[in-house]
């Protein structure tokens, strides 16, 4: 089937530039283990496990048949006022893989929605036990936590807010980005900086808010929208530090790093940091179908819970109309077990050093790289940007591993390679070698 069979004119692609999109049409019509099939019947690798979510590779049987299976038993019910036997399953199942006492699933459709109720919880949280001041919420520079006015609010990539302005929530401030120059190359190590990334948010943040008014900061374990940015070592324990010593919540946003891709369950795991909330999607269902959550420790729902209002009143207004989803519950609940059955987050750490000095072999010394990142089954290539032009060099690159048959991710000036856990050495060499090749042709 060629696009032309296609009527384009109805769709408005996310996060698309969609005036050049309909000059060169990018459309898969079906997937299998590692590799798509497009609209002209071409293979296409996929390098970014279809934007961090199929860990376990493309088509797989036991989660198809699984959510076939449900939805000739149970297609839908209401998350109002009752729910379904997957949910409670799914739920245990999350929480029992999560460390520490996150043993709380609020289960919503997407990581944007996994951002926004986990700022609502630390609301309510601190208002349910006496300190309704507390209001302000941190994030960070380049920091990513989806598309909801709260995700973007407490977000710092600039042109993901610059749009909304006014309509950003506005008691929010954001910590500096964690990426130090001088470790431009790193490779499957946590980097060790002489800069101290949290001075300011110990010296100038928090005394211009007060602590006392500070209900959460949010951050990703690792800034992965934003290109694979790793934190400096150490930086995560000593945020959990500060928030313990001033009452406020930690939320780790995992959409990106939750279910396997730093080789662990979470981020949380690999650095040996427990937060207050996990936010988590992507990964959680193969991508299979939507799904996100809120994990959240036990002292949250139990603050919750302890209420003089009568039993019939709800402690929490928030929820979805999918939340807790039976077949996306289905889905989550069958590709966890495929998750354990095969072992696949010891393999991504595994292939993920494969992956990493595939990349510094690669890339040392081609033009316009300025920076290599490698840890987890994840890495990145920095390039030097074009002169009046940020991002083009890595959108073409972009699009020239496209049509040499591999998807890779431009983010920014930075290009990012994220397969799936079932990824073989030869993908790796396909991938790094195509992505080699593009970055010389576009010098």
């Known amino acids: 089937m060629g696009f032309n069979d296609l009527n384009m004119d109805s769709h408005w692609l996310p996060f698309t530039p969609n005036r050049h999109f309909r000059k060169e049409p990018r459309v898969f019509t079906g997937a299998d283990g590692m590799f798509f099939t497009t609209h002209d019947g071409r293979q296409v690798i996929d390098g970014i496990s279809s934007l961090w979510c199929v860990g376990a590779g493309h088509n797989r049987k036991p989660i198809n048949e699984a959510i076939k299976k449900q939805l000739d038993t149970l297609d839908y019910a209401t998350a109002f006022q009752a729910s379904n036997d997957q949910a409670f399953k799914a739920a245990e199942m999350i929480a029992a893989m999560a460390p520490g006492d996150l043993n709380k699933v609020l289960f919503c459709n997407s990581g944007s929605e996994a951002a926004d109720t986990s700022l609502k919880v630390a609301l309510a949280y601190h208002r349910a036990r006496g300190e309704g001041h507390r209001n302000v919420f941190i994030?960070?520079?380049?920091?990513?936590?989806?598309?909801?006015?709260?995700?973007?609010?407490?977000?710092?990539?600039?042109?993901?807010?610059?749009?909304?302005?006014?309509?950003?929530?506005p008691r929010v401030d954001h910590m500096r980005f964690i990426h130090d120059p001088a470790n431009a190359f790193i490779h499957n190590e946590e980097p060790v900086s002489q800069e101290d990334y949290l001075l300011e948010l110990e010296n100038r943040i928090l005394p211009l808010h007060d602590p006392s008014n500070v209900a959460a900061i949010i951050v990703e374990p690792v800034a992965g929208s934003a290109g694979w940015y790793l934190p400096p070592k150490g930086y995560l324990k000593r945020l959990r530090e500060i928030c313990d010593k001033h009452g406020i919540l930690l939320i780790f946003d995992e959409v990106i790093t939750g279910f396997g891709r730093m080789g662990t369950n979470f981020g949380a795991d690999f650095y040996g940091v427990v937060p207050d909330m996990l936010n988590f999607a992507k990964a959680v269902t193969n991508g299979v179908i939507p799904m996100g959550g809120v994990i959240c420790r036990d002292k949250i729902y139990d603050t919750m819970m302890k209420t003089d209002a009568p039993q019939h009143v709800i402690e929490f207004f928030h929820g979805y109309t999918y939340s807790g989803h039976p077949v996306a519950c289905a889905a989550a609940i069958a590709t966890l077990e495929l998750y354990r059955k095969e072992a696949l987050f010891p393999r991504a750490a595994e292939m993920g050093k494969v992956l990493g000095d595939a990349f510094h072999s690669a890339f040392k010394g081609l033009p316009n790289v300025v920076g290599i990142r490698s840890l987890g089954l994840a890495a990145a290539v920095e390039l030097a940007p074009i002169a009046g032009t940020p991002g083009k060099r890595?959108?073409?690159?972009?699009?020239?591993?496209?049509?040499?048959?591999?998807?890779?991710?431009?983010?920014?000036?930075?290009?990012?390679?994220?397969?799936?856990?079932?990824?073989?050495?030869?993908?790796?060499?396909?991938?790094?070698?195509?992505?080699?090749?593009?970055?010389?042709?576009?010098?």
């Open 139 to 169: 994030g960070r520079e380049k920091g990513y936590h989806g598309v909801g006015f709260g995700g973007m609010s407490v977000g710092g990539i600039p042109a993901n807010r610059k749009v909304y302005g006014t309509a950003l929530l």
């Open 394 to 443: 890595a959108y073409d690159i972009y699009l020239d591993c496209f049509r040499k048959g591999a998807l890779v991710r431009p983010a920014g000036d930075v290009v990012v390679i994220a397969p799936s856990y079932i990824v073989e050495k030869q993908h790796i060499d396909q991938l790094v070698n195509t992505l080699a090749d593009s970055i010389r042709a576009n010098a």
